[in-house]
C-alpha cells in the first residue's frame, strides 16, 4: 500500500496507482484495506495535561478523524498539493475559498460563466461585508487587465464553464492574478484533477465539487480546496472557525468512488465523444459545445493544457420559440431531468442564461441543453437522442 513504499517511490507513482493507493494505511487498522468509518464528536484524554495542551492527533470530531485524513491524503495526492480541505458541499467549498481570502472592503474579478450559486453568494453575502465583484468575459484577457484593482483579494475562475463551456486561458490568467496580488481560484468540477491539474498551471487553490465526478453515484454532498503552504493552511482556519464538518459516511462514500475515478472517467470520455460527435452532424442541433472536439470553441486551449474531457457538454437549438427544446427534452426517456452531474447516469437540463450573465451576452435565439453522458451505452443513448429530436423538430 501507498503509505508503505518510499518517499522517493510514491513520488514516481502514475496517476491510476497513485488514486488506488493513496489515503490507504492498513497497518495502521489492523490490516484492513479501507480506512474505519469513524463517527465522532467527543474525543477522550488521557488526562488534564493532554486536554490543556491539546497534546494529542485528534481533539474533537468536528476537527479531523483518521477518516477525515484518509480523503484528505487521497484528493491531496491527486491535486499535487500540500494538503486539502474538505468541506459539505461544493458551493461550501467555492464560498469558503473565497470567503478566507478576502476582507471588508476588497475586491474580487470572477468569470462570468461561473456555476450560479457562487455568483449568488457574491451578490449577496460579500456585498454585506462591502466586497465588490467585477465579473469578466472569461476569454477576455484584455478585460481582466482592467478589472483588477489594488483591493482585488481574489480572482476566480472556472474551466470550461459548466453551462456554455468557454474556455479561458487558466495559466495566464492565474499569472495575471498572482502580478496584482491576488489570490487565484478555480472551480475544476468539470476536469478533475485527472485531466488537469490546476495547480500544476499556477493557480493557488483548486476547487472540486466532489459531489459529482469524486463521488460518481448520485448519492453524497462534499466539497473539496486543495492547495499548498500559508494559503491552505489559512483556508483550514476559517474552516475550523465556520464549523464546515462533514459526515464521515459522505466521506466514506466518496473514498469509495473515487478509487474508480480513473476507469469511470475514460468510459464518460468514451461515451461523451462519441455522442457529441453525432450530435454534432445532426441537422437541427446549432452547435455542439464540448471543448474534446476540434471545432469547438475553446479547443486549442483545452487541447494545449487538459489531458482529457469528461462526460459534460452543451447542445444548442436555434428557434424562437423554447416549446420544440422542451419537447425534446420531455421526449428523453434514457436522460434524467435534474440539476448535478458526474454520476453513472445521464441527465438533461435547460440552462436558463438570463440572470447568470452580465459581463457577456447570449443570443436569445439559441438555446442551450446541456448534457450529462453517463456510462450507458452510447448507441442506446443517440437511439435515444434521435427519436427525441425527431419528435420535436
Request: net charge negative.
Amino acid at each position: 500500500m501507498l503509505d508503505d513504499v518510499s518517499q522517493k517511490s510514491r513520488q514516481s507513482l502514475r496517476r491510476a496507482t497513485e488514486i488506488v493507493h493513496a489515503g490507504l494505511d492498513p497497518r495502521g487498522f489492523h490490516g484492513f484495506v479501507n480506512p474505519p468509518v469513524v463517527h465522532a464528536s467527543t474525543v477522550l484524554f488521557p488526562d488534564v495535561e493532554t486536554l490543556l495542551s491539546r497534546g494529542q492527533k485528534y481533539t474533537y470530531g468536528r476537527s479531523g478523524t483518521p477518516t477525515l485524513d484518509a480523503l484528505v491524503a487521497l484528493v491531496s495526492a491527486l491535486e499535487g498539493a500540500d494538503s486539502t480541505v474538505v468541506c459539505p458541499t461544493g458551493l461550501a467549498a467555492c464560498t469558503l475559498a473565497l470567503g478566507a481570502v478576502v476582507e471588508a472592503g476588497d475586491h474580487v474579478v470572477v468569470v462570468d460563466n461561473i456555476y450560479n450559486p457562487t455568483r449568488v453568494f457574491c451578490d449577496t453575502v460579500l456585498t454585506r461585508y462591502n466586497v465588490a465583484t467585477t465579473y469578466v468575459d472569461p476569454n477576455d484577457l484584455e478585460g481582466l487587465a482592467q478589472a483588477l484593482r489594488r483591493k482585488t483579494a481574489a480572482v476566480f475562475l472556472e474551466a470550461p464553464g459548466s453551462l456554455t463551456f468557454e474556455m479561458p486561458d487558466v495559466p495566464k490568467m492565474a499569472a495575471m492574478a498572482r502580478e496584482a496580488g491576488a489570490v487565484s481560484m478555480i472551480d475544476n468540477t468539470w476536469a478533475t484533477p485527472v485531466f488537469f491539474r490546476p495547480l500544476d498551471h499556477g493557480v493557488d487553490l483548486s476547487i472540486q465539487a466532489a459531489t459529482k465526478y469524486f463521488g460518481g453515484h448520485s448519492d453524497l454532498l462534499l466539497g473539496t480546496i486543495a492547495g499548498n503552504g500559508e494559503l491552505i493552511s489559512k483556508v483550514r482556519k476559517y474552516w475550523d472557525a465556520w464549523g464546515m464538518h462533514v459526515a464521515p459516511d459522505d466521506i466514506n462514500l466518496t473514498m469509495r468512488g473515487m478509487r474508480t475515478l480513473d476507469v469511470r472517467l475514460e468510459r464518460h470520455q468514451r461515451n461523451a465523444r462519441i455522442v457529441a460527435e453525432w450530435l454534432s452532424a445532426h441537422p437541427a442541433v446549432a452547435r455542439v459545445l464540448y471543448p474534446a472536439l476540434p471545432d469547438a470553441p475553446g479547443h486549442a486551449l483545452w487541447k494545449r493544457d487538459f489531458t482529457g474531457a469528461t462526460g459534460l457538454f452543451a447542445i444548442t437549438f436555434e428557434a424562437d420559440d423554447f416549446a420544440p427544446v422542451a419537447k425534446f427534452i420531455n421526449a428523453l426517456e434514457l436522460f434524467g431531468i435534474g440539476a448535478s452531474w458526474g454520476g453513472f447516469e445521464s441527465l438533461v437540463v435547460p440552462a436558463q442564461l438570463g440572470k447568470s450573465r452580465s459581463a457577456t451576452k447570449w443570443p436569445d435565439n439559441e438555446h442551450v441543453v446541456r448534457l450529462h453522458i453517463g456510462l450507458e451505452d452510447p448507441d442506446d443513448l443517440i437511439a435515444d437522442l434521435d427519436q427525441a429530436l425527431a419528435s420535436a423538430f
